[in-house]
């Protein structure tokens, strides 16, 4: 076994321990713009450890697709992390239009926890369920646009192709476009981690939620589940961005230890926006997403202007 694939293991590993720090450190952050401590950035392991240890209270009207969204959930994410390149290192289990498998297995975890929370029978889950959908087709055009971008680029179809094309010597071709990929991409982890200005996860006015709307009747240890596997696809999000922008010709060693502080790193990003910005208005937020699309494709149609110079 090469150096490379035990980094990439590594790297997996790495992601399903740590990831609960992600949330504790936008926590951290926030707390040091607002001139307060707030609390620690372990402060999500003690929440699902507790949590895990309580039994779940279901709503009688809820049925099977409530009880299986959580952990379905979880194991879309965890299928999604194991796709992933680390450290240079395409997965073992990656082939020719993983990527395709990557967005789908993101859809079904979505679709799931929509029925899941419309099948409790509550008009408020109901409500967060259906801005949920809205906000998703949009995200996921701006996702397939970077993803095209890529392909474009980089010429493959696989994950491991995408992610680990870009060299120290490219910067200097690619990085307006890497540049216009990473913050399209950015717009994407904010939606789907549904973190300000799409959505304030902090938020107790139902009228005003998405994501924390359709979790209301979870409880025990389905939340734990839910709230571990947020953390987890924040992660992956944040790797993906890592991996589009990092050089794929350095030391494993060192790109992994590169991506994670480049993960950590927007951690803190999406913490400061979260303290210096207001969530959106309902009306705005499919303008915000389609702009990044937007600038998705202008970075496909800059790639494509090079690339006719180039032949």
Known sequence: MNLQIIMWGIGVI????????????????????AGRKGPSVFQLYYDIIKLMKKRAVRSTTAGALFTIAPMTALITS???????????????????????????????????????????????????????????????????????????????????????????SDYNRYGIILVLLAVAMFVVVLTECC????????????????????????????LGIIHYAASLKMWILLSVEAMMILPADMNPVILLLTETLTVLFGSILIGTIESVTARYRFLKVPQFLVGSTALAFIAMFLLSLLQIQGA
């Open 14 to 33: 790495e992601a399903l321990v740590l990831s609960p720090v992600l949330p504790g450190i936008i926590n951290k952050v926030k707390a040091f713009f």
């Open 78 to 168: 965890v299928l999604m992390l194991i796709l992933l390149p680390f450290a240079g290192k395409a997965s073992p289990l990656g082939f020719a239009g993983d990527i395709l498998l990557f967005l789908y297995l993101g859809g079904l975890g979505r679709v799931l926890t929509v029925c899941g929370a419309m099948d409790t029978g509550s008009s408020f889950e109901g409500m967060g369920a259906s801005r949920e959908c809205q906000f998703a087709i949009l995200t996921e055009g701006t996702f397939m646009a970077v993803a095209g971008a890529l392909m474009l680029m980089t010429r493959s179809f696989s994950l491991g192709g995408m992610l680990n094309f870009i060299t120290t």
């Open 195 to 222: 973190r300000l200005p799409v959505d304030d996860p902090d938020t107790h006015l139902e009228l005003t939620m998405i994501h924390e709307a359709m979790i209301l009747d979870n409880s025990g240890d389905e």
